[in-house]
Each structure stands twice: as structure tokens, then as C-alpha cells.
């Protein structure tokens, strides 16, 4: 089935459906989906992630274990 045959199917049940709450959850599906999609990062979000992954390349990082015992320890000695 191709992506137009899905929507048309869709688009008829929808309109089949009398259901207020069911359609007002729909709505809130397919709003989720549009707003994810048109996500807009910022300049500053751009350049953290980049820097990120920069440390990533560099081998600046630590595993997710290892830090939590870190902090477990930390948190015991105080």
C-alpha cells in the first residue's frame, strides 16, 4: 500500500467517525507529529551539539555506569 492509498483510507475513516474525544486524540497525534517535525534549532543549539560531538570524536566522555557510581560515591561522602 503506497503512502497516498494509506492517507485516502485515512482521511474516509476519520471522516466516518462521530467520536468527539476520539478525533480530539487523533488531533493530538497528528499535532505531535507536525510540531516534531518542524522542530527549528537554534544557532546556540547547533553550536552545542557540534561541540558535542567534537568531544564525542576526542574521546571526552564517560560512561553512563561509570558516572553514576561516581555520583554514588560522591553522595555517600557527604
Partial sequence: MS??????ILIQRIAEIDDKPFLEAIKILLDTKVESATMQLSDKMVQQILASKK???????????????????????K
Fill in 3 to 8: 503512502t497516498l492509498e494509506l492517507k485516502t
Fill in 55 to 77: 568531544e564525542a570524536e576526542e574521546g571526552l566522555v564517560v560512561e553512563n555506569a561509570l558516572l553514576e557510581e561516581e555520583i554514588e560515591k560522591w553522595l555517600k561522602e
